[in-house]
Every structure is written in C-alpha cells, then in structure tokens.
C-alpha cells in the first residue's frame, strides 16, 4: 500500500549470517590447528601409543594377558562395583536435584555444598578417610574386628571409595537441567490431582531423561576408571580386591609393559564406549 513503511525484518533473521567475531581467517585456522594440535598430543598420542604396546608382542601375549586370572578377577571387580555404586548414584542423585531444585528449606547452600565436595577433594585423601573410619586401627575398627567384620581391604571399601568419588555426577548434571525448567508443570499436574509419583513418572523424568542418562554414563565412567581412593583401601590382594586400573599399575610395576598396556586397552574402550554413547545422546537431545 502506498506510503507504508515496510516493516524491518527480524533481529533474528538479520543477524542470522553475522559473523561470532570479527578475526580474520587466519586468526581461526590458527586456533583451529592449535586445538587440533593439543588434542593430538594430550588424548589421540596416548591411545595410539596405548594401542601400540598392547600389540608389540603380538596378539598371543595380548590375548594371554586379558586371559591372566588376575585379570579376569580385576574385571569382575570392576563391573561388580560399577554395578553396585551407579544404581545407588543414580538414585541419590535424583533425590537430591529434586529436593534442590523443587523444594525451599534451610541448608540448601550447604547441601549443593557438600554433592561438590568430592570435586574438591583428593580421592586419595577420600579413601584415607575410610581407612582412619574403618581401618583396624579406626574410629569403629575395633567393634568390626570383634565383630569379624572387613571393610577396609575388601569389597566394601572399595564400594564406598567409589560412591565417594562419583556421587556428584548424577546430581550435577540434573540439578541445572531442573532449575531452568522450573516447577511450572508440576504445579500444574498438582492442580490437575496427580500425586508425587505420578508428578515424577509422568512430568519430571521424561524432561530429563537424557541429563539423567548422561550422568549415568559419566558415573560410570568414572566408577569403572577410578583409581586414587580405591588404591588406598583396596590393599593391592592380587586376584581379590584389584580393580583393572590397579591391575595395570601392578603389571607396569612388574616391568609386564605389554600385559599392562593389554589390560589398560580394556580400560580405552570403555573410554571409546563412553564417548560415542555421549555423543549419541548429545545428538539425540539436539533433536
């Protein structure tokens, strides 16, 4: 129509080819080869190399090393403590970012707090301290000798070393996921007369099903790769309480570079497991 100001195209759609910054190309190739060039020599050189040792041998010391009992038994230990600590994780993490993130109360601050801690602290000085706790001579290591009770250098040691250490990660990925979605449609099922377990089926877990699955997977990641604090109350029995990191540090100290690097190839593809299971996920929330 005649003598009508056109109307200016969306901000969006204006800026949508704007450059992020305005360097030069050459400014970006270079951080782009300098990003390229550090993830080569800190992550694609030690699996190469990894890779490598494993295999100088020959497949027959590869395979014999993965077949070693002592192995086989650090296997086992590792998935057994996987599959104890990430259930328990994942239920407290669940527990905590709801309370968090859905509840008003005292001590909040001091609860998000100590879900860090474990971020904070050595895992070498966690597992120190369930040996000061529990240890022979500990805070109850008498009443668990009278009691013919182990929990330092055994099993549950080594469980509690590990759910130290890889607690948060559940409830770190899903209490920011929580806060930016808000209470809004809990309150509204609320108004609708659902109660709180079909608040949390049918409205909370599907909106974070996938923070929820990517702290599991970090969990156990994390879980099946830990070493500092399991090293402290694991007590080194060979073929009883050695987790696969701490098998490949006894083979490494033994001069077995290959068996060593073997074992740890193990350790890599759960590393690989992990990462391509990531980004499937990555993906799928995208869409």
Known sequence: ?????????????????????????????????????????????????????????????????????????????????????VPLNTLFGVMAAW???????????????????????????GGLIFVLVFGSNGWFGSWLSAHDIKIVFALPGIVLATLFVTFPFVARELIPLMEDQGTQEEEAAITLGAHGWQIFWRVTLPNIKWGLLYGIILC????????????????????????????????YNEYQFSASFAVASLLLLLALVTMIVKSWLTRKNAH
């Open 220 to 251: 156990n990641a994390r879980a099946m790769g830990e070493f500092g604090a399991v090293s402290v109350v694991s007590g080194h029995i060979r073929g009883e309480t050695n987790t696969l990191p701490l098998h490949v540090e006894i083979l």
């Open 99 to 125: 309370a968090v993130t859905k509840f008003r109360f005292r001590g909040k601050g001091f609860l998000i707090t100590l879900i860090d801690l474990p971020f904070a602290v050595s895992p070498v000085i």
């Open 1 to 85: 129509m005649a003598g009508t100001v056109p109307m200016a195209a969306p901000r969006a759609h204006r800026n949508a080819a704007s450059p992020a910054t305005t360097e030069s190309s050459a400014v970006k190739w270079v951080l782009v080869a300098a990003a390229a060039l550090v993830l080569f020599w800190l992550i694609a050189l030690p699996l190469i190399v990894v890779l490598t040792e494993a295999l100088k041998r020959g497949w027959d010391v590869f395979l014999a090393a993965l077949t070693d009992p002592d192995a086989a038994s650090a296997l086992r230990l590792t998935l057994l403590v996987a599959v104890i600590t």
